[in-house]
Protein backbone atom coordinates (compact mmCIF):
# COMPACT_ATOMS: atom_id res chain seq x y z
CA UNK A 1 0.00 0.00 0.00
CA UNK A 2 1.30 3.29 -0.71
CA UNK A 3 0.19 6.83 -0.04
CA UNK A 4 1.38 9.58 -2.16
CA UNK A 5 1.97 13.45 -0.09
CA UNK A 6 1.56 17.04 -1.62
CA UNK A 7 0.79 19.34 0.82
CA UNK A 8 2.60 20.13 4.11
CA UNK A 9 -0.33 19.76 6.54
CA UNK A 10 -1.28 16.25 4.86
CA UNK A 11 1.99 15.34 5.05
CA UNK A 12 2.16 15.89 8.65
CA UNK A 13 -1.16 13.66 8.96
CA UNK A 14 -0.17 11.16 6.91
CA UNK A 15 3.44 10.77 9.13
CA UNK A 16 1.76 10.55 12.00
CA UNK A 17 -0.47 7.33 10.33
CA UNK A 18 2.97 6.37 8.56
CA UNK A 19 4.63 6.43 12.39
CA UNK A 20 2.10 3.70 13.81
CA UNK A 21 2.02 1.50 10.79
CA UNK A 22 6.28 1.38 10.65
CA UNK A 23 6.14 0.09 14.62
CA UNK A 24 3.66 -2.26 13.95
CA UNK A 25 5.74 -3.27 11.03
CA UNK A 26 8.78 -3.43 13.09
CA UNK A 27 7.05 -5.34 15.95
CA UNK A 28 5.48 -8.05 13.08
CA UNK A 29 9.44 -8.61 12.50
CA UNK A 30 9.62 -9.72 15.88
CA UNK A 31 6.52 -11.34 17.12
CA UNK A 32 6.81 -15.00 15.94
CA UNK A 33 10.22 -14.96 18.74
CA UNK A 34 8.00 -14.51 21.53
CA UNK A 35 5.18 -17.77 21.48
CA UNK A 36 2.81 -16.52 24.62
CA UNK A 37 -0.05 -14.35 22.75
CA UNK A 38 0.33 -12.02 26.06
CA UNK A 39 4.25 -11.82 25.95
CA UNK A 40 3.81 -10.82 22.42
CA UNK A 41 0.99 -8.11 22.79
CA UNK A 42 3.69 -6.86 25.70
CA UNK A 43 6.61 -6.82 23.86
CA UNK A 44 4.64 -4.60 21.57
CA UNK A 45 3.50 -2.10 24.26
CA UNK A 46 6.92 -2.24 25.33
CA UNK A 47 8.40 -0.53 22.70
CA UNK A 48 5.56 1.58 22.20
CA UNK A 49 6.24 2.94 26.08
CA UNK A 50 10.16 2.87 25.56
CA UNK A 51 8.65 5.31 22.70
CA UNK A 52 6.94 7.23 25.18
CA UNK A 53 6.68 10.01 27.45
CA UNK A 54 7.98 7.84 30.44
CA UNK A 55 9.77 10.44 32.99
CA UNK A 56 12.41 7.29 33.81
CA UNK A 57 11.86 4.10 31.81
CA UNK A 58 12.13 1.42 34.78
CA UNK A 59 9.38 -1.26 35.57
CA UNK A 60 6.92 0.91 37.53
CA UNK A 61 6.98 3.56 35.32
CA UNK A 62 7.12 1.82 31.79
CA UNK A 63 3.48 -0.42 33.34
CA UNK A 64 2.17 2.23 33.90
CA UNK A 65 2.57 3.69 30.51
CA UNK A 66 1.72 1.03 29.28
CA UNK A 67 -1.57 0.49 31.32
CA UNK A 68 -0.36 -1.62 33.58
CA UNK A 69 -1.60 -1.93 37.67
CA UNK A 70 2.20 -3.20 38.53
CA UNK A 71 5.38 -3.69 37.16
CA UNK A 72 5.10 -7.53 37.19
CA UNK A 73 4.25 -7.99 33.65
CA UNK A 74 7.03 -5.72 32.69
CA UNK A 75 9.20 -7.70 34.74
CA UNK A 76 8.19 -11.07 33.63
CA UNK A 77 8.98 -9.97 30.10
CA UNK A 78 12.16 -8.94 30.76
CA UNK A 79 13.58 -11.85 33.08
CA UNK A 80 11.57 -14.70 32.85
CA UNK A 81 8.84 -15.54 29.68
CA UNK A 82 10.37 -17.29 27.22
CA UNK A 83 11.93 -15.24 24.33
CA UNK A 84 15.57 -15.50 22.77
CA UNK A 85 16.77 -11.43 22.17
CA UNK A 86 19.72 -13.17 20.37
CA UNK A 87 16.98 -14.19 17.64
CA UNK A 88 15.81 -10.43 18.27
CA UNK A 89 18.79 -9.44 18.05
CA UNK A 90 19.42 -10.74 14.40
CA UNK A 91 15.90 -9.22 13.38
CA UNK A 92 16.97 -5.87 14.42
CA UNK A 93 20.29 -6.01 12.34
CA UNK A 94 18.32 -7.27 9.34
CA UNK A 95 16.10 -4.06 10.00
CA UNK A 96 18.68 -1.90 10.11
CA UNK A 97 20.04 -3.10 6.82
CA UNK A 98 17.10 -2.99 5.04
CA UNK A 99 16.43 0.65 5.71
CA UNK A 100 19.98 2.10 6.18
CA UNK A 101 22.27 -0.53 4.15
CA UNK A 102 23.97 1.18 1.63
CA UNK A 103 27.55 -0.99 0.53
CA UNK A 104 29.00 2.59 -0.38
CA UNK A 105 29.02 4.37 2.19
CA UNK A 106 28.58 1.89 4.81
CA UNK A 107 30.63 1.47 7.67
CA UNK A 108 31.02 -0.76 10.88
CA UNK A 109 31.85 1.33 14.37
CA UNK A 110 32.37 -0.50 17.36
CA UNK A 111 32.50 1.36 20.73
CA UNK A 112 31.51 1.24 24.79
CA UNK A 113 29.50 2.65 26.70
CA UNK A 114 28.86 2.64 30.70
CA UNK A 115 25.66 2.13 32.97
CA UNK A 116 26.00 3.40 36.46
CA UNK A 117 25.12 1.61 39.22
CA UNK A 118 24.63 0.88 42.64
CA UNK A 119 25.71 -1.96 44.53
CA UNK A 120 27.24 -5.32 43.39
CA UNK A 121 24.71 -7.39 42.39
CA UNK A 122 23.74 -6.01 38.80
CA UNK A 123 25.23 -8.62 36.07
CA UNK A 124 28.93 -7.57 35.21
CA UNK A 125 29.06 -4.65 37.88
CA UNK A 126 31.89 -3.20 39.24
CA UNK A 127 34.38 -0.53 39.77
CA UNK A 128 36.04 -0.04 36.55
CA UNK A 129 36.67 3.00 34.18
CA UNK A 130 34.17 4.06 31.98
CA UNK A 131 33.98 7.58 29.59
CA UNK A 132 30.25 8.14 30.68
CA UNK A 133 31.53 9.50 33.90
CA UNK A 134 35.21 9.80 32.47
CA UNK A 135 36.42 7.95 35.70
CA UNK A 136 36.47 5.06 37.42
CA UNK A 137 32.87 4.05 38.75
CA UNK A 138 30.93 1.30 40.11
CA UNK A 139 28.67 0.57 36.55
CA UNK A 140 28.29 -1.97 34.11
CA UNK A 141 30.17 -1.79 30.61
CA UNK A 142 28.31 -2.48 27.15
CA UNK A 143 30.14 -2.94 23.82
CA UNK A 144 28.52 -2.04 20.81
CA UNK A 145 28.47 -2.17 17.25
CA UNK A 146 26.47 0.77 15.37
CA UNK A 147 26.49 0.43 11.10
CA UNK A 148 25.99 3.95 9.77
CA UNK A 149 25.70 5.25 5.92
CA UNK A 150 24.28 8.23 4.34
CA UNK A 151 21.16 7.22 4.68
CA UNK A 152 21.45 6.98 9.03
CA UNK A 153 22.97 5.06 11.91
CA UNK A 154 21.55 2.51 14.71
CA UNK A 155 22.69 -0.17 16.03
CA UNK A 156 22.95 -3.75 15.08
CA UNK A 157 24.81 -5.48 18.03
CA UNK A 158 25.73 -5.73 21.76
CA UNK A 159 27.66 -7.45 24.51
CA UNK A 160 27.94 -7.07 28.24
CA UNK A 161 31.18 -6.79 29.41
CA UNK A 162 32.21 -9.10 32.44
CA UNK A 163 35.14 -8.26 34.20
CA UNK A 164 37.99 -11.00 35.82
CA UNK A 165 36.14 -10.81 39.09
CA UNK A 166 33.17 -11.96 37.73
CA UNK A 167 34.29 -14.67 35.78
CA UNK A 168 36.88 -15.78 38.67
CA UNK A 169 33.46 -16.52 41.14
CA UNK A 170 31.34 -19.55 39.45
CA UNK A 171 28.60 -18.69 42.40
CA UNK A 172 28.26 -14.98 41.92
CA UNK A 173 27.62 -15.94 38.02
CA UNK A 174 25.16 -18.76 38.58
CA UNK A 175 23.10 -16.33 40.99
CA UNK A 176 22.96 -13.41 38.09
CA UNK A 177 21.61 -16.21 35.19
CA UNK A 178 24.76 -16.12 33.36
CA UNK A 179 24.49 -19.20 31.12
CA UNK A 180 26.99 -21.62 31.18
CA UNK A 181 30.54 -21.70 28.98
CA UNK A 182 30.46 -17.60 29.55
CA UNK A 183 33.76 -16.68 30.61
CA UNK A 184 36.40 -14.01 30.48
CA UNK A 185 36.71 -11.99 27.70
CA UNK A 186 37.88 -8.74 26.70
CA UNK A 187 36.43 -5.96 25.24
CA UNK A 188 38.42 -6.86 22.08
CA UNK A 189 37.32 -10.18 21.74
CA UNK A 190 33.52 -9.00 22.47
CA UNK A 191 33.75 -6.38 19.58
CA UNK A 192 35.38 -9.62 17.37
CA UNK A 193 32.87 -12.09 18.28
CA UNK A 194 30.09 -9.52 16.99
CA UNK A 195 31.75 -7.83 13.44
CA UNK A 196 32.13 -11.88 12.77
CA UNK A 197 28.50 -11.92 13.24
CA UNK A 198 27.83 -9.32 10.93
CA UNK A 199 30.45 -10.04 8.32
CA UNK A 200 28.22 -13.75 8.40
CA UNK A 201 25.09 -11.33 7.64
CA UNK A 202 26.53 -10.06 5.02
CA UNK A 203 25.90 -6.37 6.55
CA UNK A 204 26.88 -3.89 3.57
CA UNK A 205 29.89 -2.10 5.07
CA UNK A 206 33.42 -1.24 3.61
CA UNK A 207 35.21 -0.37 7.05
CA UNK A 208 35.67 -0.74 10.59
CA UNK A 209 35.68 2.15 13.10
CA UNK A 210 37.05 1.98 16.30
CA UNK A 211 38.54 3.81 19.33
CA UNK A 212 42.07 3.41 21.37
CA UNK A 213 40.59 0.12 23.62
CA UNK A 214 39.89 -1.79 20.43
CA UNK A 215 42.59 -0.37 18.18
CA UNK A 216 45.16 -1.92 20.93
CA UNK A 217 43.46 -5.09 21.16
CA UNK A 218 45.45 -8.11 20.62
CA UNK A 219 45.03 -9.60 17.37
CA UNK A 220 41.87 -7.92 16.24
CA UNK A 221 43.96 -6.13 13.71
CA UNK A 222 45.62 -9.20 12.06
CA UNK A 223 42.29 -11.12 11.70
CA UNK A 224 40.61 -8.14 10.21
CA UNK A 225 43.10 -8.31 7.88
CA UNK A 226 43.00 -12.02 7.09
CA UNK A 227 39.08 -11.36 6.22
CA UNK A 228 39.80 -8.41 3.97
CA UNK A 229 38.11 -5.84 6.05
CA UNK A 230 39.59 -2.26 5.66
CA UNK A 231 39.61 -0.10 8.78
CA UNK A 232 40.86 3.46 10.68
CA UNK A 233 41.61 1.85 14.26
CA UNK A 234 42.31 4.71 17.37
CA UNK A 235 45.73 3.42 18.94
CA UNK A 236 47.76 5.04 21.36
CA UNK A 237 50.95 7.80 20.56
CA UNK A 238 53.81 4.50 22.34
CA UNK A 239 52.27 2.19 19.79
CA UNK A 240 54.98 0.70 18.01
CA UNK A 241 55.15 0.77 13.74
CA UNK A 242 57.96 -0.22 11.44
CA UNK A 243 58.44 2.82 9.63
CA UNK A 244 61.48 3.70 7.42
CA UNK A 245 63.23 0.31 8.15
CA UNK A 246 62.64 0.79 11.82
CA UNK A 247 60.59 0.32 14.56
CA UNK A 248 59.21 3.53 15.92
CA UNK A 249 56.22 5.14 18.40
CA UNK A 250 53.84 6.63 16.82
CA UNK A 251 54.28 10.02 18.71
CA UNK A 252 57.73 9.68 17.39
CA UNK A 253 57.05 9.72 13.73
CA UNK A 254 54.68 12.47 14.99
CA UNK A 255 57.67 14.55 16.22
CA UNK A 256 59.61 13.68 12.84
CA UNK A 257 57.45 15.41 10.35
CA UNK A 258 57.65 18.52 8.69
CA UNK A 259 55.15 21.11 9.27
CA UNK A 260 54.52 20.72 5.28
CA UNK A 261 53.36 17.08 5.87
CA UNK A 262 50.67 18.52 7.71
CA UNK A 263 47.43 19.52 5.72
CA UNK A 264 44.07 20.84 7.59
CA UNK A 265 40.66 19.10 6.58
CA UNK A 266 37.13 18.30 8.45
CA UNK A 267 36.58 15.24 9.77
CA UNK A 268 32.88 16.03 9.13
CA UNK A 269 30.21 18.05 10.75
CA UNK A 270 29.55 17.97 14.50
CA UNK A 271 26.97 20.11 16.73
CA UNK A 272 29.24 23.27 16.58
CA UNK A 273 30.40 22.75 12.77
CA UNK A 274 33.14 21.33 10.73
CA UNK A 275 35.29 19.45 12.42
CA UNK A 276 38.83 20.83 11.49
CA UNK A 277 41.94 19.48 12.53
CA UNK A 278 45.61 19.15 11.18
CA UNK A 279 46.64 15.81 9.35
CA UNK A 280 48.90 13.92 8.36
CA UNK A 281 49.09 10.72 6.94
CA UNK A 282 52.71 7.85 6.49
CA UNK A 283 52.35 5.46 4.27
CA UNK A 284 53.48 1.81 6.35
CA UNK A 285 54.76 -1.41 4.99
CA UNK A 286 52.32 -3.17 2.46
CA UNK A 287 51.31 -6.17 4.16
CA UNK A 288 52.63 -9.69 2.68
CA UNK A 289 50.21 -11.75 2.01
CA UNK A 290 47.47 -10.75 -0.02
CA UNK A 291 44.81 -11.80 -1.71
CA UNK A 292 45.04 -12.78 -5.66
CA UNK A 293 44.45 -9.62 -7.32
CA UNK A 294 44.09 -7.43 -4.52
CA UNK A 295 46.79 -5.03 -3.00
CA UNK A 296 46.46 -3.87 -0.16
CA UNK A 297 47.73 -0.56 2.02
CA UNK A 298 48.70 0.14 5.24
CA UNK A 299 49.06 3.62 6.97
CA UNK A 300 49.56 5.88 9.79
CA UNK A 301 47.08 8.31 10.17
CA UNK A 302 47.67 11.61 12.61
CA UNK A 303 45.00 14.32 14.02
CA UNK A 304 46.51 17.22 15.81
CA UNK A 305 44.16 19.91 17.41
CA UNK A 306 44.43 23.31 16.13
CA UNK A 307 43.97 24.97 19.33
CA UNK A 308 46.40 22.95 21.28
CA UNK A 309 48.85 21.06 18.83
CA UNK A 310 50.80 18.66 21.38
CA UNK A 311 47.24 16.94 21.15
CA UNK A 312 47.44 14.54 18.76
CA UNK A 313 45.44 11.38 17.94
CA UNK A 314 46.70 8.54 16.13
CA UNK A 315 45.19 5.79 13.67
CA UNK A 316 46.44 2.73 12.22
CA UNK A 317 45.16 1.99 8.75
CA UNK A 318 44.41 -0.92 6.48
CA UNK A 319 42.50 -0.78 2.89
CA UNK A 320 42.95 -1.01 -1.12
CA UNK A 321 46.07 0.45 -1.64
CA UNK A 322 44.33 3.19 -3.67
CA UNK A 323 42.82 4.65 -0.81
CA UNK A 324 43.85 8.54 -0.28
CA UNK A 325 44.30 10.39 2.52
CA UNK A 326 41.52 12.39 2.62
CA UNK A 327 39.07 9.05 2.51
CA UNK A 328 40.89 8.09 5.41
CA UNK A 329 39.91 11.61 7.46
CA UNK A 330 36.06 10.59 6.31
CA UNK A 331 36.19 7.25 7.75
CA UNK A 332 38.11 7.90 11.27
CA UNK A 333 35.47 11.12 11.14
CA UNK A 334 32.89 8.27 11.34
CA UNK A 335 33.50 7.54 15.20
CA UNK A 336 31.61 10.19 16.59
CA UNK A 337 28.48 9.06 14.94
CA UNK A 338 28.24 5.77 17.72
CA UNK A 339 28.47 8.80 20.44
CA UNK A 340 25.36 10.42 18.99
CA UNK A 341 23.60 6.93 19.08
CA UNK A 342 24.44 6.54 22.54
CA UNK A 343 23.30 9.80 23.87
CA UNK A 344 20.07 9.43 21.60
CA UNK A 345 19.33 5.73 23.02
CA UNK A 346 19.87 6.93 26.39
CA UNK A 347 17.91 10.11 25.92
CA UNK A 348 15.14 8.83 24.25
CA UNK A 349 14.60 5.41 24.91
CA UNK A 350 15.97 4.64 28.14
CA UNK A 351 18.68 2.24 27.49
CA UNK A 352 20.27 3.10 31.06
CA UNK A 353 17.22 3.28 32.61
CA UNK A 354 16.80 -0.26 33.80
CA UNK A 355 16.29 -2.13 37.11
CA UNK A 356 17.25 -5.83 36.01
CA UNK A 357 20.22 -7.41 37.59
CA UNK A 358 20.76 -10.36 35.65
CA UNK A 359 21.98 -11.62 32.68
CA UNK A 360 19.11 -12.42 30.79
CA UNK A 361 17.18 -8.85 32.07
CA UNK A 362 19.78 -7.08 30.53
CA UNK A 363 20.15 -8.78 27.19
CA UNK A 364 16.43 -8.16 26.76
CA UNK A 365 15.98 -4.87 27.84
CA UNK A 366 19.08 -3.44 25.79
CA UNK A 367 17.78 -5.20 22.18
CA UNK A 368 14.19 -4.13 22.84
CA UNK A 369 15.49 -0.16 23.59
CA UNK A 370 18.29 -0.53 20.08
CA UNK A 371 14.62 -1.72 18.19
CA UNK A 372 13.53 1.59 19.54
CA UNK A 373 16.08 3.31 18.87
CA UNK A 374 16.32 2.34 14.95
CA UNK A 375 12.68 2.96 14.49
CA UNK A 376 13.38 6.77 15.22
CA UNK A 377 16.07 6.75 13.15
CA UNK A 378 14.05 5.22 10.51
CA UNK A 379 10.71 7.22 11.15
CA UNK A 380 12.70 10.58 10.99
CA UNK A 381 14.40 9.87 8.18
CA UNK A 382 10.97 9.42 6.44
CA UNK A 383 9.50 12.76 7.97
CA UNK A 384 12.72 14.34 6.43
CA UNK A 385 12.73 13.17 3.73
CA UNK A 386 8.67 14.34 3.18
CA UNK A 387 9.70 17.31 4.59
CA UNK A 388 12.25 18.52 1.75
CA UNK A 389 9.93 17.18 -0.99
CA UNK A 390 7.09 19.26 0.64
CA UNK A 391 9.36 22.06 0.36
CA UNK A 392 10.72 21.63 -3.10
CA UNK A 393 6.74 21.34 -4.23
CA UNK A 394 7.21 17.74 -5.15
CA UNK A 395 5.04 15.18 -4.48
CA UNK A 396 6.75 12.39 -2.43
CA UNK A 397 5.83 8.97 -2.71
CA UNK A 398 6.79 7.00 0.02
CA UNK A 399 5.46 2.90 0.94
CA UNK A 400 3.65 2.76 4.23
CA UNK A 401 4.08 -0.69 5.33
CA UNK A 402 0.52 -3.11 4.37
Known amino acids: MTAEYTGTGRARSKTIEQWSAYLKELHERIAHRFLRPEVRTRAYRYLAGLLGDVGRKNSWQMAEAIGEARPRGVQHLLNDARWDPEAVRDDLREYVVEHLGDEKSGVLIVDETGFLKKGQKSVGVARQYTGTAGKRENCQVGVFVCYASAKGAAFIDRALYLPREWTDDPQRLS ?39 YGMSRGLRGWLEKKERSYVLAVTSSKGIYHEGRQRQARKVAQSLPEESWVRASAGKGSKGERLYDWACVTLPEPEAQGEGVRAGRWLLMRRSIAQPEEIAYYLCYGPAQTNVHELIR ?22 EYEVRKWDGWQRHITLCLLAHTYLVVVRSVAEHEEQAAKKGISARVPIPS
Open 175 to 213: EAGVPEGVGFATKGELAKWMLHRAFEANVPARWIVADTV
Open 331 to 352: IAGRRWIIEDCFEAAKGEVGLD
